[in-house]
């Protein structure tokens, strides 16, 4: 574990079927689902405190809606019974939730983070994290944007997104790491593809 921390707790946000549906567009990260599982594996092992955020969209066209499958948690990332569900139907999962009383009842030293989108959800949940006093990290590679219009009309890379979301992040609300610096050494660690 990172930064000298005890008792960590990690937070996946809004990692739900809907986040599959084309209309999103193209993303990045294409193996941050395989990263979440190893994390959450890691987590699991350790019986460190696990909180599932699942958004219910109160949005007439959304996939995340509670009556459509979208809503549904992806298979990789499903919490178990013991495992800790927040509800929340905004970008940050700290409104309308409990999330910030259930993570000071765990008594965690530090937060992980990881998830969607990265400079929608995530990122609002990240900001609050850190502006309510939690020490907070960013998993750079359990998290993804999506290809975004600009108010110009230009389209930018969710590369791009992504790193910017981060660097707005980083230092300010949250420290941003990679998940080998959690996972390096351990049989956890997901497999990296080599450089084409």
């Known amino acids: 574990m990172t930064a000298n921390t005890i008792r960590p707790a990690l937070v996946i946000v809004d990692v739900q079927k809907g986040i599959d549906d084309p209309a999103w567009g193209r993303r990045n990260n294409p193996n941050a689902e395989t990263v979440l599982a190893a994390l959450l594996a890691y987590w699991r092992r350790r019986a460190l405190p696990r909180f599932h955020v ?18 549904e948690f992806k298979p990789e990332v499903a919490p178990v019974e013991d495992e800790a569900v927040v509800i929340k139907t905004t970008n940050s999962a700290f409104i309308g939730t409990d999330l910030a009383d259930r993570l000071t009842a765990s008594g965690c030293d530090a937060v992980f983070y ?74 956890e660690q997901p497999h990296r593809p080599s450089p084409s």
């Open 114 to 187: 990881g998830g969607v989108l990265t400079n929608n959800s995530l990122e609002a949940t990240v900001r609050m994290s850190g502006n309510l006093g939690f020490r907070s990290f960013v998993v750079a590679d359990a998290c993804w944007a999506v290809d975004t219009i600009d108010l110009r009309g230009r389209t930018w890379p969710a590369e791009d997104v992504h790193a910017l979301s981060l660097a707005n992040l980083d230092g300010e609300y949250a420290t941003v790491i990679k998940s080998e610096d959690i996972l390096a050494d351990t049989a």
């Open 54 to 71: 699942r958004h219910d969209s109160t949005e007439d066209d959304s996939p995340y809606r509670p009556d459509r499958p979208g809503n």
